[in-house]
């Protein structure tokens, strides 16, 4: 595991370890108001030095932005926070994206602490030291890349999830199995959402390690975003739109998993009993997003906005086998176009 990844009881006494080698000037925390109401409390007992302030934040990927950047840092500011100070991210993965960029910029820089309280950020968005805002609806536009000085992982923060978000994580999960582990995505299939702590960690050690080979998404990072071409720019276009009902990052990343399965199988070698096995798991558990076909080159437009985008090309992760990824995949737009028609006729 990447040295600064810690489950359960060996996590806690990491974390006071780090405060108390730290000489931290100050110490807060950083939440929503859901985490405050549920996962406050169990934090602190475990923790038993001194927190200098709490900052609440509203909940929810709308509010990941520079506004609520702007009362974070204010809060830092009124809180007489400096380099030397420490920020504990205790939430979901809106938590930890924005708090890590907002302790990343902040005074050029001080240390921080992700505590994921979803499986979402346990098995992804707390891991890796990406950091950041969403830029209008366009997801994680502005950010960097910096380390956590540690992540806790405590399982007991998914019993205050509702059975929703819960299911969000679990896109993640396979996506996991899906790029790099055909082992865990069997696991993961024969189980579905009978998960414990050993399939967290497995899920965790695929990301730290894929992390691990390259911190800065220059090559094999890149591994990670399958699911999210597609999937960002469904989830972005349901964020503007707000006639639309709300969709979870993960349930957007589970439709762009099978559209981009289905380009796989056209474009990278993707076998077809392959494609149908994925179609099968993924829509076991999550519910097909109903498109009208005139949003589709919607979508396309907003997919030129990816940040993994070069020189002008969309750049795609593909499958050639369960288990095998292969990065800066060229699709042309007439097989985006087939891909959400076999989305929407399965």
């Known amino acids: 595991m990447q040295?600064?990844?810690?489950?359960?009881?060996?996590?806690?006494a990491s974390l006071n370890q780090l405060v108390q080698n730290g000489n931290y000037s100050k110490i807060i925390?950083?939440?929503?108001?859901?985490?405050?109401?549920?996962?406050?409390?169990?934090?602190?007992?475990?923790?038993?030095?001194?927190?200098?302030?709490?900052?609440?934040?509203?909940?929810?990927?709308?509010?990941?932005?520079?506004?609520?950047?702007?009362?974070?840092?204010?809060?830092?500011?009124?809180?007489?926070c400096d380099r030397k100070s420490l920020l504990i991210n205790l939430g979901g993965g809106v938590v930890t994206d924005l708090g890590g960029f907002t302790a990343s910029t902040f005074k050029r820089g001080m240390d921080f602490?992700?505590?994921?309280?979803?499986?979402?950020?346990?098995?992804?968005?707390?891991?890796?030291?990406?950091?950041?805002?969403?830029?209008?609806?366009?997801?994680?536009?502005?950010?960097t890349i910096t380390q956590p000085k540690l992540v806790l992982i405590l399982q007991t923060f998914l019993e205050t999830l509702e059975k929703r978000q819960f299911v969000s994580g679990y896109a993640e999960m396979l996506k996991h199995g899906l790029i790099a582990?055909?082992?865990?995505?069997?696991?993961?299939?024969?189980?579905?959402?009978?998960?414990?702590?050993?399939?967290?960690?497995?899920?965790?050690?695929v990301k730290v390690g894929i992390v691990e080979q390259d911190p800065y998404e220059m090559g094999v990072r890149k591994k990670l975003n399958f699911g999210h071409t597609l999937g960002?720019?469904?989830?972005s276009y349901y964020l503007e739109h707000l006639t639309k009902p709300t969709l979870l990052h993960g349930e957007a990343i589970a439709a762009g998993m099978i559209l981009e399965g289905y380009l796989s199988h056209k474009v990278s070698g993707l076998s077809k009993v392959s494609l149908d096995e994925i179609n099968k798991v993924v829509s076991a558990h999550?519910?097909?997003?109903?498109?009208?076909?005139?949003?589709?080159?919607?979508?396309i437009d907003l997919m030129k906005h990816d940040k993994k985008n070069t020189h002008g090309n969309i750049n795609f992760v593909l499958l050639r086998e369960i288990g095998n990824a292969v990065i800066d995949?060229?699709?042309?737009?007439?097989?985006?176009?087939e891909a959400f028609s076999?989305?929407?006729?399965?």
């Open 286 to 299: 999550f519910d097909k997003i109903d498109f009208e076909k005139d949003e589709i080159p919607i979508f």
């Open 113 to 143: 602490v992700n505590v994921p309280t979803t499986l979402l950020s346990m098995v992804d968005a707390a891991i890796g030291g990406k950091t950041g805002i969403d830029f209008g609806v366009l997801k994680n536009q502005i950010g």
């Open 181 to 205: 582990k055909h082992a865990h995505w069997e696991t993961l299939k024969q189980k579905q959402l009978e998960i414990d702590a050993d399939d967290i960690e497995a899920s965790s050690q």
């Open 329 to 337: 995949c060229k699709v042309s737009e007439k097989e985006i176009q």
């Open 342 to 346: 076999y989305y929407m006729d399965r």
């Open 29 to 80: 925390v950083l939440v929503d108001e859901n985490t405050h109401e549920k996962c406050l409390d169990k934090f602190m007992e475990r923790t038993p030095f001194t927190i200098d302030g709490i900052i609440t934040i509203k909940p929810g990927e709308e509010h990941k932005n520079i506004t609520t950047c702007n009362m974070v840092w204010q809060s830092l500011a009124d809180f007489g």
């Open 232 to 235: 960002h720019a469904i989830e």
């Open 3 to 12: 040295k600064n990844v810690y489950f359960e009881t060996l996590g806690t």
